[in-house]
Every structure is written in C-alpha cells, then in structure tokens.
C-alpha cells in the first residue's frame, strides 16, 4: 500500500512538472520523461537490505559497508545537525554496471559553462542521462555547435528529499572512508540546496562531506589514515587545479580574438599538463586520468572541477573563523 501510494505520489509530481514543462519547451518535456522513467525504474527496483544480503554473496568489505549506513545517517542527524531523511534505506542492484551519466559543456574559448534551465531545481550546468546513447548524442551536438564537452558515468546522485533515495550497490565496493564521504555529501544535498547555486552547492558537499568523515572515523585509524592519504593527494590535484585553472583562464581571455587561439589553447593545455606530470602528486592513476581528461574535454573538464572544488579554501576560512571549527553549527546556519 505504501509503495502504491509512493508511485502515485511520483507520478503526480511527475505529471505536474511535464505539463509547467510541455507548455515551456517540447523538448524538455520530452527530456522529463525519459529522466523520470529513469528514475522511476530506480525506484521501484530496489529492494531491502535484508533481501539483497539473501541475493548475493557479499564480501568483507561490502558487509561493513551495509552496516555502517545506520551509523552514518545518525551520525549526520545527531552530530551534524543533517536533516533526517528516508534515504538509504534499500538498495538498487545496479548488475555491475553504470547507470546515469552526466554532461559537462563550455564554450571553446572560454571558461563559460553550457548551462539547462530544469523546473524547481534552476539553472545547472551539467545534464543527466539514464540512457548512455543519448547522453553521448547530446555530447555529439554540442561538440558539433562548437563547445568543448565532456562525459561521464555517475556513482551518486540525491534527488533533494523529493524521494527516497536508494544506495546503488556499486558502492558497497567504496573503501570505509569514500562510503563515509559520499553518504554525507548526498545525505547534505537533502538538507541544504539552492536553486540555480550548483558551484555552491556542490562545494558545500564537498567541504561537509569531507570534515563529516574524518569526525566520524576519527576512532578507527587504518580507515582514517588511508582515507586522509587518499585526500591529500586529491587536495595536491585541487591546488593545482585551482592555481592553473585561473592562470588558464586568463590566458583564453587575453587571447580570444587571436587568429591562431586553437593552437594556442592546445599548447596551452600540453604546458598544463607536463606541469601536472612535474608536480607533487605521488599516484600515477590519479595524474594519468587527469591527463586523460583534460585531453579530452578540454574547457569542460575545468568547468566540472569548479562545480566541486574552486571554494574549498574560502569554505576553509569560513569554517575556521565563523563556526569555529564547527561542522555542527556551519550546518545549522546553512538549513532552511
């Protein structure tokens, strides 16, 4: 009955937000459907923990996980001053396989994000897919209209507290410390978003996410000394990012009425990543898919880097000098 009542509730969300959309633009109609049947079929094919533990035969690692998730949600209630939600309280068994994919465009000249107009949730410069040939047709036709533009498989995503949001059971394979991280960062997005303030919102989840994690295993050192070494490589990336992202976007500023800025982008970005290979950064896997990345993507690769992580040294001083090293009281201040 309640899970009848759920899929109305769905469906009338759904319709309202077709018809707002329809009589705006057909083709994000169309969009919205295909996005919430997507959704849909998440949803309603995901079961009980309980009934995904009889299913299969789980590793070590993915039983720690699944037991830690009720320790994690009151954790970011009691502790974090989260808001409480239903999320994460099934599974959907995604067979090994992705399932949403995401894309990221720019200008080719400049750092200036591709921006999509969604009802409720605004303006945001990214676009998802649950079908990866239409997320790589919509890559195709905005490369065609001469934007750099990426793509990529998503692991998570929060549908804001709108509905109850299940695990995908790919993450139960996450170290302690990245299941840690990524339950906070989604389980924030259900208490604080701004319509239309992507870079702010996800840098926020970021930022909380990652102090929420080293509270929460600051009892088990194996997990917080490899979840702290893995950050700190993240965050040596991040500097580098961050100094060269503006060097780089002063450099396409200054140029973009030369005849020969294609040329000078692709130098540009060769400079940029043999700098990348010269720096601090001790995991090759780490440098080689940032290489990999850039080369392909291009502007869109620095435009998905700032939705993450361009505020976290402001976020920073923030932290420090109005809460008071207070994860508790940032939250606070930042909930509706």
Aim: contains cysteine; positive net charge.
């Amino acid at each position: 009955m309640l899970y009848i009542r759920f899929i109305r509730l769905f469906l009338s969300y759904l319709g309202f937000i077709l018809l707002g959309a329809a009589m705006y633009n057909y083709e994000l109609s169309i969009y919205l459907i295909r996005q919430g049947n997507g959704q849909l079929k998440v949803l309603s094919g995901t079961q009980s923990f309980e009934d995904y533990r009889a299913n299969n035969v789980l590793s070590e690692k993915e039983s720690s996980n699944l037991e830690l998730i009720d320790q994690i949600k009151k954790f970011s209630v009691d502790s974090l001053a989260y808001k409480p939600t239903d999320n994460f309280t099934s599974i959907y068994d995604q067979k090994k396989k992705p399932i949403l994919w995401v894309i990221t465009a720019s200008e080719k000249y400049a750092l200036k994000p591709v921006e999509w107009e969604f009802p409720l949730i605004g303006s945001v410069s990214y676009k998802g897919f649950f079908n990866e040939q239409l997320a790589i047709k919509e890559k195709n036709k905005l490369q065609a209209k001469g934007f750099d533009a990426g793509i990529r498989s998503v692991s998570a995503w929060s549908t804001l507290g709108w509905f109850s949001d299940p695990l995908l059971s790919a993450h139960l394979n996450k170290s302690k410390g990245s299941f840690c991280n990524l339950l906070f960062h989604e389980l924030f997005h259900a208490t604080f978003y701004k319509a239309s303030r992507i870079n702010e919102n996800e840098n926020l989840a970021n930022f909380i996410a990652h102090k929420a994690t080293l509270q929460f295993l600051k009892n088990d050192t194996i997990a917080l000394s490899e979840y702290i070494y893995n950050h700190e490589q993240r965050e040596l990336l991040n500097k580098f990012l961050n100094a060269n992202t503006k060097a780089y976007k002063t450099f396409l500023d200054s140029n973009n009425n030369n005849k020969n800025k294609l040329i000078l982008k692709q130098k540009q970005l060769l400079f940029l990543i043999k700098k990348l290979k010269n720096s601090d950064i001790k995991k090759e896997k780490l440098v080689l898919m940032t290489e990999q990345e850039i080369l392909t993507e291009q502007n869109a690769y620095f435009i998905d880097y700032m939705q993450y992580n361009s505020q976290q040294d402001s976020l920073e001083n923030a932290f420090n000098k109005f809460y008071k090293g207070s994860i508790k009281n940032m939250v606070r201040s930042l909930a509706p």
